[in-house]
């Protein structure tokens, strides 16, 4: 009985094996921030007790609360980006953000470019439209800037992808950052060739070491870049707010979307979240999220040096993952020995459309406890010996 699409909406193999993981495997598989993080219960029970209730707790616009996108607004400008309140959609989590666009945009079949790898959540919407994807393997630098333009030439002809999915700063799954330079490139691409950049950034306030680098809005003059931010990363993930900043036709459009979906997102969360925007909780959030991930970071670091053996890995200068590359093994296959042994990861097969990148493997660093990095790192390198 069910819809084409609803066949193509399907559950993969390695969620259903990490399903079956013990609670005492050490899990560097999940994406999850660390709860040490989270705000200080008397600091949010001080801003929860001033709210207008019955304004909290009633229904309200699709696109977003006022207060909130203003808050938006400001918290944007620390990023180079001048917006206002008509460009900004609050979303229902940044994933559904990714899901709105793809259905904005996209006709069944439609061309789309990605990275390779990318964000498993991007692949699924896409997956549902069928889309028909190109890759571009990333270098330490971000994507191959010139391998997209001779594509862009060779395509031009027969139809370029309305859009381009980027993660610029600290990827997940890989960690890696785009150069300014390749981003000031996208976007000049964007304009000659006529396609969207849905640029893609929970991770960019999350920086442990070296220089920011301004998103590629900040280098957007013509409405090119639909960009999307979240709270999940620099407050709670549990409220499930994000947001869209784009051209107001494409804001327009999403929250027509939107509308079918959930009415609107939570507006107690809306009102909670500008408020600790308002009076820096998320700003100490941010902060302390620093400290404690920026440490993890190093602990994985030092012990993939100590222990692993014929692997190179990437060095994120921020963000929650660490992409570790193996020389001709299959990450899947070598997922249920690891299990056995009592460490879990993501196998790398599952950031790529078409199911590349098996001889990687995604690790996170900002969940488990410095001890576990530590363990699972070691257990890590003996199922791969
Ligand atoms: C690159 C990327 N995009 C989007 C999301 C989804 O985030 P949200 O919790 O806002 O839906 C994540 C979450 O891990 C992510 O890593």
């Known amino acids: 009985m069910f819809s084409d699409e ?53 229904y309200s616009s699709t696109g977003g609360i006022n207060e909130l996108k203003e808050e938006l607004v400001n918290w944007m400008k ?56 190109t890759s571009f393997e990333l270098e330490d630098d971000g994507m191959n800037i010139d391998l997209l333009e001779e594509e862009l030439e060779r395509v031009k002809k027969l139809g370029v992808p309305k859009f381009i999915y980027v993660v610029p700063t600290f ?27 849905i640029e893609d950034d929970p991770y960019s306030k999350l920086r442990y070491e070296g220089d920011e680098v301004k998103p590629i809005k900040a280098f957007d003059d013509n409405n090119r870049v639909i960009y999307l931010g979240t709270f999940s990363k620099i407050f709670v993930p549990g409220f499930r707010l994000g947001w869209v900043v784009a051209h107001e036709g494409i804001i327009d459009k999403l929250a027509l979307y939107k509308q079918n979906i959930d009415l609107h997102s939570t507006t107690y969360g809306q009102y909670v979240a500008a408020e600790c925007l308002k009076n820096g909780i998320i700003q100490k959030v941010v902060s302390n999220a620093i400290n404690v991930y920026g440490k993890k970071r190093d602990i994985m670091l030092k012990a993939l040096e100590d222990y692993m053996e014929n692997a190179k890995w990437t060095k994120p200068q921020g963000g929650m993952f660490i992409w570790l590359k193996l020389e001709g093994m299959d990450t899947e296959k070598l997922l249920e020995k690891a299990i056995q042994k009592g460490v879990a990861y993501v196998p790398g097969k599952a950031f790529s459309y078409y199911g590349g990148c098996e001889s990687s493997m995604r690790l996170n660093f900002s969940y488990v406890s410095d001890e576990d990095i530590v363990n699972g790192v070691k257990k890590l390198a003996e199922v791969i010996k």
């Open 78 to 133: 620390t990023f180079n980006v001048d917006t206002n309140a008509d460009n900004i959609l609050i979303t229902t989590g940044s994933q559904q953000g990714l899901y709105l666009i793809s259905r904005i945009l996209l006709n069944d079949g439609d061309p789309v470019f990605l990275e390779e790898p990318t964000y498993i959540g991007m692949i699924n919407p896409l997956k549902l439209k069928d889309a028909s994807v």
């Open 6 to 58: 609803a066949k193509r909406c399907q559950t993969n193999y390695i969620r259903r094996l990490l399903r079956y993981a013990h609670s005492d495997v050490i899990s560097l598989a999940g994406g999850l921030p660390n709860p040490d993080v989270f705000p200080l219960p008397e600091e949010y029970n001080a801003i929860v007790n001033k709210l207008n209730l019955k304004k909290a707790f009633q």
């Open 171 to 197: 990827q997940n799954p890989s960690g890696i950052t785009m150069s300014e330079n390749k981003r000031k490139k996208l976007v000049d691409l964007a304009n000659e060739y006529d396609f969207y950049v």
